[in-house]
């Protein structure tokens, strides 16, 4: 079945503008900064995991970035390895063109093919000179370590209209898969959302940008752990309490005062109503 997806671009063309090198794949983890690579790789069985060294990303073609306010007030020199060459270095597969990098707490940040290539997310190796086993940086009430991926509006202005970008800039990311996107949003894309209107295919693209990273779809499709309510939760609400829903994704606290999630108070009226058409799966 073909997704009609910007996505659906191949990785490997990422990987030919970037770097040559090969990384060494290892079986298991030596330090709690080695990152774990699993997914759509040559020569990996599936379902299996590798590890990368820290000092091998490092060895890495690299950049200096200046960034304002990401982690602290001021300016910050960040080293990083854009997520291009990273996977540039990987021997991922033909039919690689998602990378998903979950974090400790089961958030996972979604890069498309063509997310990585319009706006350029990189790995943070270093803050201010000090790798990870040197975090948190002073002043920080968190530890970002080991990984951090985010994106820079200095190297790329237009990130900054990209709906919920901060979706694209998670912390403590301990995995990368390499993925098919076809394969894991298959169940976006048949059964009762096979045919969607206009506005659920626009609510796709949220579902898939923000709402993934922290809730998973019907039927094993893929998303996120970090939220504890099932798909099916969310679709009642959304089909039978729109109050309620659009409510407590603007300002979740203001109904449970426990609730984890972000509030998302940019959410127009029309957003919800592309997001509520797409969980509902209107095919008007």
Same mark, same amino acid.
Request: charge should be neutral; charged fraction near 20%; aromatic fraction near 10%.
């Given at each position: 079945?073909?997704?009609?997806?910007?996505?659906?671009?191949?990785?490997?063309?990422?990987?030919?503008?970037?770097?040559?090198?090969?990384?060494?794949?290892?079986? +298991?983890?030596?330090?709690?900064?080695?990152l774990e690579i699993k997914g759509t790789l040559s020569g990996v069985p599936q379902g299996a995991s590798r590890y990368v060294r820290w000092e091998d990303i490092r060895a890495l073609p690299s950049s200096k970035v200046t960034l304002d306010g990401e982690f602290?007030?001021?300016? +910050?020199?960040?080293?990083?390895?854009?997520?291009?060459?990273?996977?540039?270095?990987? &021997?991922?597969?033909?039919?690689?063109?998602?990378?998903?990098?979950?974090?400790?707490?089961?958030?996972?940040?979604?890069?498309?093919?063509?997310?990585?290539?319009?706006?350029?997310?990189?790995?943070? #190796? +270093?803050?201010?000179?000090?790798?990870?086993?040197?975090?948190? &940086? %002073?002043?920080?009430?968190?530890?970002?370590?080991?990984?951090?991926?985010?994106?820079?509006?200095?190297?790329?202005?237009?990130?900054?209209?990209?709906?919920?970008?901060?979706?694209?800039? &998670?912390?403590?990311?301990?995995?990368?898969?390499? $993925?098919?996107?076809?394969?894991?949003?298959?169940?976006?894309?048949?059964? %009762?959302?096979?045919? #969607?209107?206009?506005?659920?295919? $626009?609510?796709?693209?949220?579902?898939?940008?923000?709402?993934?990273?922290?809730?998973?779809?019907?039927?094993?499709?893929?998303?996120?752990?970090?939220?504890?309510?099932?798909?099916?939760?969310?679709?009642?609400?959304?089909?039978?309490?729109?109050?309620?829903?659009?409510?407590?994704?603007?300002?979740?606290?203001?109904?449970?005062?426990?609730?984890?999630?972000?509030?998302? &108070?940019?959410?127009?009226?029309?957003?919800?109503?592309?997001?509520?058409?797409?969980?509902?799966?209107?095919?008007?």
């Amino acid at each position: 079945m073909k997704l009609l997806h910007a996505a659906a671009a191949s990785l490997c063309i990422l990987a030919a503008a970037g770097t040559s090198r090969a990384i060494d794949l290892h079986g +298991e983890r030596a330090s709690p900064f080695d990152l774990e690579i699993k997914g759509t790789l040559s020569g990996v069985p599936q379902g299996a995991s590798r590890y990368v060294r820290w000092e091998d990303i490092r060895a890495l073609p690299s950049s200096k970035v200046t960034l304002d306010g990401e982690f602290l007030k001021g300016p +910050e020199v960040l080293t990083v390895v854009f997520l291009s060459d990273l996977l540039g270095a990987l &021997p991922a597969t033909s039919q690689t063109n998602l990378v998903l990098a979950t974090c400790d707490d089961g958030y996972v940040g979604i890069y498309t093919a063509d997310f990585i290539s319009r706006y350029r997310p990189f790995l943070v #190796l +270093e803050i201010d000179g000090k790798g990870p086993q040197d975090w948190p &940086p %002073k002043g920080l009430d968190f530890n970002p370590a080991p990984y951090v991926i985010t994106v820079s509006a200095e190297l790329v202005p237009d990130v900054v209209k990209f709906m919920d970008i901060e979706h694209k800039k &998670p912390w403590a990311v301990t995995t990368i898969e390499v $993925a098919n996107y076809g394969a894991k949003f298959m169940g976006f894309y048949s059964g %009762k959302w096979a045919a #969607l209107s206009p506005s659920a295919k $626009a609510g796709r693209e949220i579902w898939v940008n923000s709402c993934a990273s922290c809730h998973g779809g019907p039927e094993g499709t893929f998303g996120g752990a970090k939220a504890q309510r099932p798909f099916q939760v969310l679709a009642a609400y959304a089909a039978f309490d729109r109050p309620f829903f659009v409510k407590y994704v603007r300002d979740p606290k203001s109904l449970v005062a426990s609730a984890k999630m972000e509030a998302h &108070p940019h959410y127009t009226d029309a957003n919800f109503a592309d997001l509520i058409a797409f969980i509902t799966a209107d095919g008007k």
